[in-house]
């Protein structure tokens, strides 16, 4: 048999769509799975033994001549089924021109109507106690060719990536603490990851991650270099996966380390901000907290994604979390 599955979005929905592949080569083993995702996340993808053949979308090229191209050479393959993850214009244009015994994806995508079986998308109201998380979504696109048991996420990490690591002097324990986001309003203020390492770090190294855009930022929390490592733009997504496995605790906001380290099984404390748990995007570590302002907002979730600055100008949701909340989901 041959699949394909289809995420060109951002770096967490490719972490998270990987738990279709896993899943249907689970169920399928002898079966050709190709996962098409968007160029520059092709690192994390790197080892997994669910994915035979990958397919990049170049978003920095011309979309309708990079979509021409993916489509003519897509089409040299008859797929069993093509599973798009993806609700948007680019997937379902792709989905629609190729051939394949049955197309599944979700109800949203503008090409849903050419699809043989048409799943509903929808999110969790913002105080659900259970939300239904979006591998669970994913995972519902192919629950008739599989069944309804959960797949978590895995990245599969090179020995080459753990030797990287293990070439930096760091003294064992340590906690990860990822202070960055895309978005602005997603980000724990800065003065609270302050107080957080002022409160760690007799007892824990501490190591910074993120991207090469957030390496200034996160200069600033390094007060005691010989305890406190900045690795933000220093190593690759999977060195960053490496690096995250044999730590004790990661600290992140609702970002792309949440995910590498739901992947990696490290236990995890999500801070959410603007955004909520009930989209579905929370971690998945066996041993997970999160930890959110708790005071009634009417102005959250101010959007799925976040902004750039608070809506409001007051940014209650960051700023009303305690630093006290972080520490005591912390393993001692």
């Not at 079966?31 to 170049?58: C, M, Q, S």
Request: charged share 20%; net charge positive; with cysteine.
């Amino acid at each position: 048999m041959r699949f394909l599955v289809l995420q060109p979005a951002f770096l967490g929905d490719v972490i998270l769509g990987m738990s279709v592949p896993q899943k249907l080569k689970r169920f399928y083993p002898q079966a050709n799975v190709h996962y098409l995702i968007r160029k520059g996340f092709e690192n994390v993808t790197a080892n997994h033994p669910a994915i035979d053949h990958l397919w990049l979308f170049d978003r920095k090229k011309p979309k309708y001549k990079e979509l021409y191209r993916l489509i003519t050479s897509l089409r040299q393959y008859e797929f069993d089924a093509i599973i798009n993850l993806h609700r948007f214009f680019s997937s379902g244009l792709i989905t629609t021109f190729l051939k394949a015994k049955e197309k599944v994806g979700y109800d949203k995508n503008p090409f849903a109507w050419t699809y043989d079986k048409v799943i509903p998308h929808t999110f969790s109201p913002p105080n659900t106690l259970h939300p239904i998380h979006e591998v669970q979504r994913y995972l519902q696109l192919i629950t008739h060719l599989t069944n309804d048991s959960f797949e978590r996420p895995r990245l599969y990490p090179s020995p080459q990536d753990f030797e990287k690591v293990a070439s930096y002097p760091i003294p064992q324990p340590y906690v990860i603490i990822a202070p960055a986001s895309l978005w602005a309003t997603k980000r724990l203020p800065i003065e609270k990851w302050k107080e957080l390492i002022n409160e760690l770090q007799d007892r824990f190294t501490i190591c910074l991650i993120g991207g090469e855009k957030d390496h200034a930022s996160a200069q600033t929390l390094v007060r005691t270099p010989k305890r406190i490592f900045n690795f933000c733009g220093e190593l690759t997504l999977m060195q960053s996966a490496a690096l995250i496995a044999n730590a004790h605790h990661i600290f992140t906001n609702d970002s792309a380390p949440m995910h590498l380290a739901s992947a990696v099984n490290t236990p995890t404390t999500a801070v959410f901000c603007s955004t909520v748990p009930a989209f579905g995007f929370g971690p998945l570590a066996e041993v997970s907290h999160i930890v959110e302002n708790t005071e009634p907002l009417s102005c959250r979730p101010c959007g799925l994604h976040g902004h750039h600055k608070c809506p409001q100008g007051h940014f209650q949701c960051g700023n009303g979390i305690q630093v006290c909340d972080l520490l005591a989901t912390l393993i001692s």
